[in-house]
């Protein structure tokens, strides 16, 4: 039962336009989200994360929404680098429970 | 501030032998977490090590075990080797906390065969 889902394998975005990748999850004690980034080779980066209690979470071109009613979390990359192309996973934490639950990634390619 | 870092970076073992991995925490930090990451999914949490108790485990057999070390280092050991066990073997550091981000290394590669 996959509890965080990233239903896109992957996404391809011109340089310097939008990309939003999505993630979906069920778990309703979840209240903590953040996104990784992984490079092949290297281990994931954190990248950005938003508690429950917040709606949007902005760090330079980055930003992340919650849709607590939908389940439905995004991160928006404005605008779109090459050196962004990599995986980007979408992890989960309930209060409670110290661990992370990872949705299976989707890999960003951004085109010249 | 040296990062995380976890050797070896890879490993070939036969299926029902051992294998211990390890990994040195981030300066500083005093929580070590286990992932392991299979081909084409996200990680899953093996389990964590805070001042060298283990304090959360996900849904992984007792074959796999650990230890963190005073200095805060950690193995991860996996006996009687499956097939299954095959993946990529991720540690990460922290300084513990339920929101504080997580500090990766680069992995250990791990394939039975």
């Known amino acids: 039962d996959q509890q965080v889902k990233q239903n896109s394998p992957s996404l391809s975005v011109q340089e310097g336009r939008i990309s939003i990748l999505n993630c979906d999850y069920t778990?309703?004690?979840?209240?903590?989200f953040l996104w990784y980034k992984k490079y092949p080779a290297e281990g994931p980066t954190f990248l950005i994360s938003?508690?429950?209690i917040k709606d949007k979470n902005e760090d330079g071109r980055f930003t992340v929404f919650l849709n607590k009613s939908a389940k439905h979390l995004s991160l928006h990359i404005v605008p779109s680098q090459p050196g962004d192309s990599a995986v980007y996973f979408c992890?989960?934490?309930?209060?409670?429970?110290?661990?992370?639950?990872w949705g299976a990634g989707t890999k960003l390619i951004i085109k010249p | 501030e040296t990062g995380v870092t976890q050797s070896p970076t890879h490993l070939i073992k036969t299926r029902g032998q051992q294998v211990t991995l390890r990994c040195s925490s981030q300066?500083?930090?005093?929580?070590v977490s286990w992932y392991q990451q299979a081909l084409g999914q996200g990680p899953q949490f093996i389990f964590q090590?805070?001042?060298?108790?283990?304090?959360g485990r996900g849904n992984f057999p007792p074959r796999f075990s650990g230890l963190q070390f005073p200095n805060y280092s950690s193995e991860l050991n996996v006996n009687a080797l499956e097939l299954d066990d095959s993946a990529l073997y991720l540690c990460?550091?922290?300084?513990?906390?339920?929101?504080?981000?997580?500090?990766f290394g680069s992995g250990t590669q791990l394939s039975v065969l």
């Open positions: 990460a550091s922290s300084l513990g906390g339920v929101n504080e981000k997580l500090f």
């Open positions: 300066s500083g930090h005093n929580t």
């Open positions: 090590y805070y001042r060298e108790e283990e304090n």
């Open positions: 778990n309703s004690m979840f209240d903590y």
């Open positions: 938003i508690s429950s």
């Open positions: 992890a989960a934490r309930a209060d409670s429970n110290y661990q992370l639950i």
